[in-house]
């Protein structure tokens, strides 16, 4: 959805996806927990009545025998609002949107376009989620009625790492103060920045894929840039550290989101520091909110004296509640159209 430019994130998600494209279609694996995964071919712009139609075609030409190869009409998922325009066209049971993200908020993407399409989406999707309580409201003004599903997490998965050793963060000085996600212009650079300035020892490690980050992060002292590490070594990386932070700015697209990093974060057993926004304030027992880079700075240094306070250690155990496998059984409802009592 991002809108092309002359940089080499565009360069190097393009050549990305034209590997996709001659790889064809990955083949699911037998047993039906594995599904098949498609790249169809897409035209990445959206603001025109011609590019819209291209994708169109272009979306019907790839999903279309696949769908009519199924035994009956299935129940299309979508996160992204580009597929709006397939509604009543693709032959589908029930279309649900699942939103995940304010999209017409986002950095780098066509807002206007976005905000047409999900429009459209919301209007004749048969059913609507929402994982944050920010974007529920947002749909609900829209006149429709959105379920809340909120994100999941594996405990033990975060809570028990291997021992292995993560070879990136081998010589950094301690004590590590660590983020990982995207780092785009979500990212305060003045939260990092006051942080960076106070400490008198220690490594900020911020790990993850670059979209469009503020070059200032580059060059701000006692802040090491990692490339995005695999998934199964991130709990390990949580190991290694002191403090866990997500110093996100305040904008109308981080008070829509519902990171899947802040659960995740909460199950390592490490003190956690993040912005003050509405998806963190359901959790402000469990870790500490800030709202100025002073009071992040100082929260951040604290817990590294501290570690983990007891009281919010205890105020975690809640996450036994918030599996992935009981978000998949609400969703599966919804999903699917079962009322419920």
């Not at 409201?137 to 028990?160: I, M, P, Y």
């Not at 006692?222 to 490339?227: A, D, E, G, I, T």
């Not at 359901?282 to 880079?293: E, G, Q, V, Y």
């Not at 919010?312 to 599996?323: G, I, M």
């Amino acid at each position: 959805m991002r809108t092309p430019q002359f940089d080499r994130a565009t360069v190097s998600r393009g050549v990305e996806k034209i590997r996709q494209w001659l790889r064809g279609p990955i083949p699911a694996d037998a047993g039906p927990a594995n599904p098949r995964v498609l790249n169809p071919r897409m035209w990445p712009w959206f603001s025109t009545r011609f590019g819209r139609s291209l994708n169109r075609r272009l979306l019907l030409r790839a999903l279309t025998p696949v769908v009519e190869s199924l035994p009956e009409p299935p129940v299309v998922v979508t996160t992204l609002p580009i597929v709006s325009e397939l509604i009543g066209v693709l032959p589908a049971r029930r279309w649900v949107y699942y939103c995940v993200d304010d999209f017409g908020e986002w950095p780098g993407l066509d807002h206007t376009a976005l905000r047409r399409m999900e429009r459209r989406l919301i209007d004749e999707a048969d059913e609507l989620i929402a994982v944050s309580k920010t974007l529920q409201t947002k749909l609900d003004r829209s006149g429709r009625t959105a379920a809340l599903l909120t994100h999941g997490v594996e405990r033990e998965f975060w809570a028990a790492p291997p021992p292995t050793e993560v070879p990136p963060l081998t010589g950094l000085e301690r004590p590590l103060i660590v983020f990982w996600g995207v780092v785009d212009r979500r990212m305060d650079m003045a939260f990092v920045q006051k942080l960076a300035a106070d400490l008198e020892w220690g490594t900020i490690v911020i790990v993850g894929p670059e979209l469009d980050a503020d070059p200032a992060l580059r060059s701000i002292p006692r802040v090491v840039r990692l490339p995005p590490l695999a998934f199964a070594q991130l709990p390990c990386v949580a190991r290694e550290a002191s403090v866990l932070i997500m110093p996100y700015a305040d904008l109308p697209v981080t008070r829509a989101i519902q990171p899947l990093k802040l659960k995740e974060y909460l199950c390592t057993g490490k003190p956690t520091v993040v912005r003050d926004l509405p998806a963190n304030r359901d959790w402000a027992d469990c870790m500490d909110l800030a709202d100025t880079p002073e009071a992040f700075s100082r929260a951040v240094r604290m817990r590294l004296q501290t570690r983990l306070p007891v009281h919010q250690k205890a105020a975690r155990a809640r996450l036994s509640h918030e599996s992935w496998r009981e978000k998949a059984q609400v969703f599966e409802r919804l999903v699917i159209g079962v009322e419920t009592d």
